[in-house]
């Protein structure tokens, strides 16, 4: 599917393609961890029924579980670790020229 129109420079088109099947189930699996929320996204992303779309949901369920680090102190209690850069001063050297009219050996 494409949409044209007229510029003064010319045509201009631009090509619309709805998702694939793993597209539209990629993106569903991004935005919820349910897989009924992500069949039905997935098939409103595409226009299918949500039967067609159920296989290849549960067939594309990661295995693994996404692993989330998380930094506690001896209690379990999570706390925020903040860190700052500490910006290093270093010397400027500078060069000095002579004085006008002295005169430089080389």
């Known amino acids: 599917m494409s949409e044209d129109w007229q510029t003064k420079y010319g045509r201009r088109r631009v090509r619309k393609d709805p998702p694939t099947l793993e597209e ?36 594309s369920k990661p295995t693994a579980p996404q692993v989330t680090r998380m930094i ?10 903040v860190v ?5 001063r270093r010397p400027v050297v500078v060069e000095r020229r002579p004085a006008r009219g002295t005169i430089v050996k080389v």
């Open 84 to 88: 700052e850069r500490r910006v290093t």
């Open 72 to 81: 506690a102190n001896e209690r379990g209690v999570a706390r925020a670790v």
């Open 24 to 59: 539209a189930v990629f993106a569903a699996q991004g935005i919820t961890d349910d897989v009924q929320g992500q069949i039905e996204i997935a098939s409103a992303l595409i226009g299918l029924p949500p039967e067609k779309v159920r296989e290849q949901v549960l067939k």
